[in-house]
């Protein structure tokens, strides 16, 4: 028992000494005290002030698990649940899940390990540049006097920016490790939006520009992550579809056309070579032909160059991000001088009087990035019936709860009830305005996932009309909630939606890369969508006649049993 009992007490302070080396091997021992106010800012943990560093430190300390090394501890339901089906796990049976048991399957496939989140933040601009896009990096090497040689890679200009990173935060008397605001004083509120846009996180609203650069730095790690994975990603589905497209294009063609390929690749064909041999030849050879490797002419084709994961990514975002400005500018094309004035109003951009429609739409992609200021006339009007009676009748407002009570009120008498009211409580300005904010921001994030779903068509139309959008003829009730939750999407966030990133939606345009297979095998584009096209077809139909043999064989078994 004696023995036991000493070697229990060994085991404790072993344990007790490990634990003491980490916590004083932690990054944020190191920090300088503004650097430990910063961090607890970021995450919103109050701390004293005046605050010894000692104070400070035990603060960082006792929320660094959950805001570092698990942030998801701190998740709902539905995001655990969402972030598992992203990973491509089964998620069948998470409605009966305890919530703790999804965070375990959540840290089981988490993107890294709790040691490596630890280590991370011992250099942090090892990782914290790889989310800027191109133009980001130049504007800071300009700005600081950095030399970069032409042409201005990627590579190099992080490199440059790296190397300096020290150098440029001593200069300006700031501290490095966990950066101030200094390392951002090139970006525009618009770059900070663009930003968590492009990585699907919420732009603090109302916000500030303090706010929206805490924000970003608070996030910068989970989307160095996620963006490492999307890349690679996405760099597996274009090689997969890649591989896809050239066999089916390679057993499409006839012999003579293989033959020509192989003429004007220089490929020897021996005399007598029979077409499966050929088509052996042409695959062997494609490799080489087409730069068919892992860093190769694939990776660079699709904007996945995996050199480097960062490369990859900046190229995908600028791909992704062209195409969700112009998805937006065709949104924008259609809307209403309302619409675009509320989309101005709620960005606190001044409108001159007499503006003209196209001026206005000028305006509105101008602005397409820019976070809106918070609570306007324009929070009601995608709000559901349930939601609007219920804010009225805990307004604390007589005649807002009148009408709430008035079961055959229209949307447009709640919504001009419900801004009235809160137009009074932010008159008074106190608690009745701090119970109105607070009930909009639990309303408005419970209706994040199934705005529209309780509309009925008559408000989905008149939602549209709103917007100057006609419904289209035939329409169902989920294209019209479709329809409607693009446009509300668009005129809350701009050009993307905070629910998912740009990456997950490039992986949509895979399919899109016909041209360039088609360009490489100096065929046309048209031509190579129609052989694929027919090899298809011919493969079906010949799956058909075996299905119809094997039918007719067992039916003739049949008869003669």
């Not at 701390?47 to 805001?67: F, G, M, S």
């Not at 929206?212 to 997969?240: C, D, F, G, H, P």
């Not at 966030?493 to 399919?511: C, D, K, Q, S």
Request: overall charge neutral; charged content about 30%; some cysteine.
């Amino acid at each position: 028992m004696r023995v036991a009992k000493t070697l229990l007490s060994l085991g404790l302070l072993a344990n007790a000494a490990l634990a003491s080396s980490w916590f004083s091997n932690a990054p944020y021992n190191r920090w300088h005290e503004t650097e430990l106010e910063r961090w607890l800012s970021d995450h919103d943990v109050p701390y004293p002030t005046p605050a010894d560093r000692k104070e400070l430190e035990n603060l960082v300390q006792k929320n660094w698990e959950t805001n570092v090394a698990e942030p998801y501890r701190n998740w709902d339901t539905e995001k655990l649940t969402s972030y598992l089906k992203q990973k491509g796990i089964d998620t069948k049976e998470s409605a009966e899940d305890t919530r703790d048991s999804l965070i375990n399957r959540v840290k089981s496939a988490w993107y890294e390990s709790e040691d490596k989140a630890h280590g991370a933040y011992a250099d942090v601009k090892d990782w914290i540049l790889d989310t800027w896009t191109d133009s980001q990096l130049k504007a800071f090497c300009d700005r600081h006097g950095i030399p970069v040689p032409q042409p201005r890679k990627r590579d190099t200009l992080l490199q440059k920016v790296r190397e300096n990173y020290e150098t440029v935060a001593q200069k300006l008397g700031e501290t490095a490790a966990y950066p101030g605001n200094w390392l951002y004083e090139t970006w525009t509120e618009s770059d900070f939006k663009e930003w968590l846009d492009t990585h699907g996180i919420p732009a603090p609203q109302p916000t500030t520009r303090d706010k929206l650069i805490a924000t970003v730095r608070r996030n910068s790690r989970l989307a160095y992550l996620r963006m490492q994975e999307q890349s690679e990603r996405t760099r597996k589905s274009s090689e997969e579809a890649y591989n896809a497209l050239t066999d089916k294009l390679i057993d499409s063609w006839s012999e003579s056309q293989l033959k020509e390929f192989c003429d004007k690749n220089g490929i020897n064909v021996p005399q007598g070579t029979k077409l499966n041999h050929l088509r052996a030849l042409v695959r062997k050879h494609r490799a080489e032909i087409l730069g068919d490797t892992v860093s190769g002419t694939v990776a660079s084709a699709f904007g996945a160059a995996t050199s480097s994961v960062g490369s990859a990514a900046s190229k995908a975002t600028d791909a992704a991000s062209q195409t969700a400005q112009e998805a937006f500018d065709k949104a924008v094309d259609s809307w209403s001088d309302s619409r675009l004035k509320g989309f101005l109003d709620a960005r606190g951009v001044p409108v001159p009087q007499g503006t003209k429609t196209e001026e206005l739409r000028a305006l509105v992609r101008k602005h397409a990035h820019r976070a809106a200021s918070g609570w306007n006339a324009w929070t009601w009007d995608d709000l559901s019936l349930e939601n609007l009676r219920n804010y009225l009748a805990s307004s604390g407002n007589a005649a807002a709860k009148k009408v709430a009570e008035k079961s055959s009120a229209t949307r447009d008498e709640l919504v001009e009830a419900a801004k009235s009211a809160y137009a009074s409580a932010s008159s008074a300005g106190g608690s009745n305005y701090a119970s109105a904010t607070s009930y909009l921001s639990r309303a408005t994030d419970s209706a994040k996932a199934s705005v529209f779903e309780t509309w009925s068509e008559s408000e989905l139309k008149d939602y549209l009309d709103s917007y100057g959008i006609p419904a289209p003829q035939g329409s169902t009730l989920n294209e019209l909630r479709a329809l409607a939750r693009r446009q509300h999407m668009y005129f809350k966030y701009g050009t993307t939606t905070p629910t998912e990133t740009i990456y997950a939606r490039l992986r949509e345009g895979v399919m899109d890369t016909w041209d360039w297979v088609a360009s490489q095998l100096r065929i046309g584009g048209d031509a190579a969508r129609k052989k694929a096209d027919e090899a298809a077809q011919m493969t079906e139909n010949a799956k058909e006649k075996a299905k119809e043999k094997v039918g007719a064989g067992t039916t003739k078994a049949h008869k003669e049993l």
